[in-house]
């Protein structure tokens, strides 16, 4: 039952995503240090952006994943617990 309002939901975002993709086409200049430029569309730069920060995101939290982890190893060893 939950199904359509979640699809319904992600064909409005792809819509939005779409729409803001076909409105920022213009290309930008991004110009870094040492004279070097990067010329590229507005929505590709934020995208590329956005999916960098999601992964920074992503990795920042690895670590505290791989310790709950040994934890959760460890105390299952420890009190004889199986899955």
């Not at 359509?4 to 729409?19: E, K, T």
């Not at 240090?33 to 990795?59: K, R």
């Amino acid at each position: 039952m939950m199904r359509y309002p979640i699809w319904f939901l992600r064909i409005v975002v792809f819509l939005l995503l779409f729409g803001f993709t076909v409105r920022n086409t213009e290309t930008v200049t991004l110009r870094y240090y040492f004279g070097y430029e990067w010329q590229a569309p507005l929505v590709l730069i934020i995208l590329l952006f956005f999916a960098l920060g999601i992964a920074i995101g992503a990795a920042s939290c690895l670590g505290k994943l791989f310790r709950q982890r040994r934890e959760i190893a460890s105390y299952r060893k420890k009190y004889h617990i199986d899955d």
